[in-house]
């Protein structure tokens, strides 16, 4: 284990223990004081829970799977079925028979345990699960669908069919405790315990962000269905502690995998930015460095040094320019640098030489996204790189804020301009910067005339 891993981890042990003891010492006095073991009767706030318990289970899948979409891992794969199967089940067989305002007959309960039972199993599942990526990710997503309204359907309807057969018929009161509801309730409790020590180790060991999430949430559970546990019963009309900590659970699970979202397109973005500096060092800076090679071997041939040493300077730099800017682009695409502090750094280096004037305002409220923040940058770099070597200009403007509700970048000179006859042979800047306004959704004008310079406008997405 690395040692930044290590530390981060004693660190969330720290406060998972505490978390631990918490909920420990609230439930030594749940088992010891019988005044505090009991349930309510409120029909309403039951439906109020149970609706909250859908709406949360139903956003994390929702979450789970779009992670998925951008990773392919199994783990986020079975963590969409199971919160799917925990949503859907609640909805089904908990929320819809209560919209006529009677209670759920003991088969709409017992499926709605038998839901509860199915998502738990998969999601105790995800930890252990190898670091497998699924290469087609819309299919899995489908079959995945597809296995989870099997699994429903395959709960209900024998439950449905043989209610006799299972002894179903009639509620339980208070004071039952039947076999079967212990031994599910106890299966339940084991999964939720599975469930946190599979995500404690998985985060140990990988030092994953999201693991930390799911591990305290699966505590909340734990303690949840202990607490269902001490208090058995099937009737879908009374409210306990156990079914606030569970929706407690569902608001910790919700904070975790929409940070995890963040971090996974944030890491796309950040290879997608790697492999096209890649690009652009094989186009750019490789032709730099090759014209330093040539010029230097014309001057160990005998080329004239007034002639050849000049160009071999400008080669060298433009190759070291060109390493500036990769470096720049990549430390606010990877985090190091803030975008702005990078932006900034950029046109310094750009104007070092007095050639260009160079304004530059960025509104600190605006926020972007981070294959924005790439993006934007690039676009800025190219306009400006445009602005040096084709526009003739003195002066140019950058603006990065907002009009109205919309968010703006912007590149305006007061070079020479061009005409729309010349529009089409603007140059592979320009075509370039559209691309790159496209990709994170944007839209792309460009205003110029003869002598009236050029504007470059990106309108980015909602």
């Not at 609640?90 to 309960?109: C, D, I, S, Y």
């Not at 993006?375 to 603006?399: D, M, P, S, Y």
Request: some cysteine; glycine content about 10%.
């Amino acid at each position: 284990m690395r040692r930044d891993v290590k530390d981060t981890f004693e660190s969330w042990l720290g406060g998972e223990l505490l978390l631990v003891a918490l909920l420990g010492s609230a439930t030594a006095l749940f088992v010891t004081n019988s005044a505090l073991r009991s349930s309510y009767e409120l029909p309403e706030g039951r439906l109020v829970l149970d609706t909250a318990v859908v709406l949360a289970a139903t956003t994390v899948a929702i979450l789970a799977a779009i992670r998925f979409s951008v990773e392919g891992r199994v783990l986020d794969l079975l963590l969409a079925a199971g919160f799917c199967v925990a949503g859907v089940g609640t909805l089904a067989f908990g929320v819809v028979p209560a919209l006529g305002g009677e209670a759920p007959e003991p088969p709409e309960a017992w499926a709605a345990l038998g839901a509860r039972l199915l998502a738990a199993t998969l999601i105790a599942l995800a930890p252990v699960m190898p670091g497998r990526r699924v290469a087609s990710r819309g299919r899995a997503l489908l079959v995945g669908n597809g296995i989870v309204l099997v699994g429903l359907v395959a709960i209900w309807l024998p439950l449905e069919q043989y209610e006799a057969a299972f002894g179903l018929a009639g509620p339980y009161r208070q004071g039952d405790r039947p076999f079967e509801l212990m031994v599910a309730l106890s299966a339940l409790t084991l999964l939720a315990l599975l469930a946190v020590v599979g995500f404690a180790l998985r985060y140990r060991a990988r030092g994953e962000d999201l693991d930390s999430w799911l591990a305290l949430g699966a505590t909340l559970t734990l303690f949840a269905e202990l607490h269902y546990l001490l208090t058995p019963r099937l009737s879908s009309e009374f409210v306990s502690q156990g079914d606030f900590l569970r929706l407690l659970s569902y608001g910790i699970l919700l904070a975790g995998v929409w940070r995890a979202i963040g971090n996974a397109e944030f890491g796309r973005a950040v290879a997608e930015e790697r492999a096209r500096v890649a690009r652009e060092i094989h186009d750019g800076l490789a032709q730099y460095l090759f014209a330093v090679s040539t010029h230097a071997s014309m001057l160990e041939a005998g080329a004239p040094l007034e002639t050849t040493l000049p160009k071999l300077k400008e080669a060298a730099a433009a190759a070291q320019q060109e390493v500036r800017f990769a470096v720049l682009a990549l430390s606010s695409a990877s985090g190091n640098a803030p975008f702005d502090a990078a932006l900034r750094r950029y046109v310094e280096f750009l104007t070092a030489d007095g050639v260009l004037d160079v304004e530059l305002e960025i509104d600190p409220g605006m926020q972007l996204a981070p294959d924005e923040q790439i993006e934007v940058f690039r676009i800025v770099q190219e306009g400006l790189a445009n602005v040096r070597k084709h526009a003739g200009a003195t002066r140019a403007e950058v603006r990065i804020g907002r009009r109205g509700t919309q968010r703006i970048v912007s590149v305006h000179d007061d070079g020479v301009g061009f005409d729309d006859a010349d529009r089409a042979a603007a140059g592979q800047g320009l075509q370039n910067m559209r691309r790159r306004a496209e990709t994170i959704d944007g839209g792309f004008e460009l205003r110029s005339g003869r002598g009236r310079g050029t504007a470059v406008e990106v309108t980015l997405r909602a």
